[in-house]
């Protein structure tokens, strides 16, 4: 079983910068292709980003290209989401959440079998 958990969320005041982490032990990320996902308040949850686990292809929704970036750090076994210019449209709960049967990088919610317990994030001044 993939556990995952974030960190890094946290209050930020619009323009500000955070970055999320996505870590698990006991088990390699770097053999999975991992997608970062948000919900907001009254909202769906989306995909806004992944990186693949077979190619490094990554994904970024429109909302959110050349503000976010995705990685993998693979020392210490994690994804981060670093995330610039930070808008209060970007308040959401953050989560990671892991594709162990396929490498395709997807934003689809239905194909991730594993999710961590998501980080808050807010936008605000």
């Known amino acids: 079983q993939v556990q995952l958990v974030e960190s890094g969320g946290g209050l930020v005041q619009p323009g500000g910068s955070l970055t999320l982490s996505c870590t698990s032990s006991g088990v390699n990320l770097e053999i999975y292709t991992i997608g970062w996902f948000r919900q907001a308040p009254g909202k769906e949850r989306e995909g806004i980003a992944c990186?693949?686990?077979?190619?490094?292809?990554?994904y970024l929704k429109d909302s959110v290209k050349g503000r976010f970036m995705i990685s993998r750090d693979q020392a210490k076994n994690t994804v981060l989401l670093q995330m610039n210019s930070l808008k209060p449209d970007d308040t959401a709960v953050y989560y990671c959440?892991?594709?162990?049967?396929?490498?395709?990088?997807?934003?689809?919610?239905?194909?991730?079998?594993?999710w961590g317990q998501g980080t808050q994030v807010t936008v605000s001044s």
């Open positions: 959440a892991a594709d162990t049967q396929g490498w395709r990088c997807l934003a689809t919610m239905r194909v991730y079998d594993y």
């Open positions: 990186v693949s686990s077979r190619d490094g292809s990554r």
